[in-house]
């Protein structure tokens, strides 16, 4: 599984990538990027949280 954003939806609040910073950064352009990798079973509940708590309900986790 792995974290995604939808960088026209984000607002670049931060949120996501102060709860899970393992999986989210903000790129330049102030907008969230998920990683490339496959999120580990022991970040889950960090991204998890991400997905809740993003204001805009930019992130998907498939
Ligand atoms: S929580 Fe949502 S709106 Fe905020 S930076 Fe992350 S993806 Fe963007």
């Avoid at 102060?18 to 889950?44: H, Q, R, T, Y």
């Amino acid at each position: 599984m792995k974290g995604f954003v939808d960088k026209d939806t984000c607002i670049g609040c931060g949120l996501c990538a102060g709860v899970c910073p393992d999986i989210f950064e903000m790129d330049d352009n102030g907008k969230a990027v998920g990683s490339e990798s496959e999120i580990e079973e022991k970040l889950m509940d960090d991204a998890k949280e991400a997905e809740a708590g993003c204001p805009v309900s930019a992130i998907t986790l498939e």
